[in-house]
């Protein structure tokens, strides 16, 4: 009996372990097993385009680091469209398909130390707005790469360091609005195609102008207020025919105001205050009268509201007037047409095309 009941045992043993561990896979015999959780539910996405995002955006919320308003609580679930700051449409290649469109995060407080892997990964992305968050790190470089892409509002976030090169490089990008510091890159020029709205006003934007500024042909909106900048404005300013909104209020720019720039055709707002331009000519002297030019606060003798001599003077005196760029610069224009050729040849050219173009039809703008 003893001999037997020995010699049956461990086969007994082998077998009951080899069981316990198909049912339970891992789990070691001597330790309390608890059985395995239940399979979770599977998600049924209405689209394929979302069953795709729908890790990206799990991933991006759990390097949220702050979110005071609660605004992350109801990202659960495969109903993304009805996230908060997410927003749904057919997407122009499938008008059929239901894609992840747009992300409106204005507002919103959210703080995360980076943007890779999140914008950059979603396809269908036509507009990223986060005025006003706590993001950081760079702008990711990919985000070129998304095809309908045209709004950038991130300004008002921690994204403080140079400008980031892939933001021009992008196809589609129409308004931007972002946050850094240092010069205005030449390469700006390269976005001329359809970059129409430029929001760097409030930023720390240091030296000249670049002369590229006056290739972004299609601009109507062209804002730099409250920055360092400084030397003259380009003349090449006067080539930027469908310009309606010109900002440079609140700089160190000097010199003489280019007649070229109040010459332009759809100009309604040339905003000057609070810089030290030192004259202007007759034809922007009409349109200070107007009041379309506004040059309150600078170095021109012989208007109101000019500064007090002893500043102009002592800003003339300091060393801050350096400008990194080769003198013919300031004087270069590069469109080859005279303005007045210009005014007659916008008048038959349709507006704004290029954003209704691009643009998901029932997305509405939503900006700060
Ligand atoms: C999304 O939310 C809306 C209103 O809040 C609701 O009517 C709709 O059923 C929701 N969609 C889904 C798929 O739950
Ligand atoms: C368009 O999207 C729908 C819905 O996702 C899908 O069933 C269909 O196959 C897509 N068509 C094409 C041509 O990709
Ligand atoms: C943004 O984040 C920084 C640290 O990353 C923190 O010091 C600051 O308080 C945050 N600002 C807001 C408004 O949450
Ligand atoms: C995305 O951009 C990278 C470079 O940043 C490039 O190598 C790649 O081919 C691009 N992909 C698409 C689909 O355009
Ligand atoms: C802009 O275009 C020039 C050539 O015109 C090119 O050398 C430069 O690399 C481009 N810059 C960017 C950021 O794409
Ligand atoms: C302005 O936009 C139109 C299309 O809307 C384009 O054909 C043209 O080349 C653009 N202008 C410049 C200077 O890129
Ligand atoms: C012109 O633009 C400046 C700067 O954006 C703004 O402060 C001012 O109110 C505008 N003037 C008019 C008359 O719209």
Redesign the pocket.
């Known amino acids: 009996m003893n001999i037997q009941l020995g010699s049956i045992t461990p086969v007994v043993l082998i077998k009951c372990s080899i069981t316990l561990f198909i049912i339970f896979p891992g789990c070691e015999p001597t330790k309390y097993c608890s059985p395995p959780p239940p399979p979770p539910i599977p998600l049924a996405f209405v689209d394929q385009r979302l069953k795709t995002v729908y890790p990206v955006i799990q991933k991006f919320k759990n390097i949220i680091t702050s979110d005071p308003l609660g605004i992350t609580q109801n990202w659960v679930g495969s109903d993304i469209c009805n996230y908060t700051g997410f927003y749904c449409d057919n997407p122009p290649d499938n008008i059929t398909a239901t894609a992840l469109a747009a992300i409106d995060f204005n507002g919103y407080q959210l703080g995360a130390s980076t943007l890779d892997g999140f914008i950059d990964q979603l396809p269908d992305l036509a507009f990223f707005h986060a005025n006003s968050n706590n993001f950081t790190g760079t702008v990711p470089p990919k985000i070129a790469n998304l095809t309908y892409f045209y709004e950038l509002d991130i300004s008002n976030n921690n994204f403080f360091g140079a400008f980031p090169p892939a933001v021009l490089g992008m196809n589609g990008l129409s308004f931007l609005d972002i946050r850094f510091s240092g010069p205005i890159p030449r390469s700006i020029g390269n976005a001329?195609?359809?970059l129409i709205e430029v929001l760097f006003l409030n930023n720390r934007l240091s030296g000249c102008i670049p002369y590229e500024v006056g290739?972004l042909?299609?601009a109507t909106v062209f804002d730099v207020g409250n920055n360092f900048l400084t030397g003259p404005l380009p003349w090449s300013l006067g080539c930027l025919e469908k310009i309606e909104q010109l900002n440079f209020a609140g700089n160190f720019l000097y010199g003489e105001v280019p007649e070229l720039v109040c010459e332009l055709g759809n100009l309604e707002n040339l905003s000057l205050s609070d810089n030290y331009f030192t004259s202007v000519g007759p034809r922007c002297r009409k349109l200070i009268k107007s009041g379309v030019v506004d040059v309150r606060q600078n170095c021109i003798r012989g208007l109101r509201h000019q500064r007090p001599r002893r500043e102009c003077w002592w800003f003339f005196i300091s060393s801050h007037l350096y400008c990194q760029y080769p003198w013919w610069f300031t004087t270069y224009v590069p469109c080859w047409a005279p303005p007045a050729w210009h005014d007659w040849h916008h008048h038959y050219t349709p507006k704004g095309?290029?954003r209704n173009l691009l643009s998901y039809a029932a997305l509405s703008r939503n900006r700060l």
């Open positions: 001329s195609a359809t290739l042909q299609n095309s290029k």
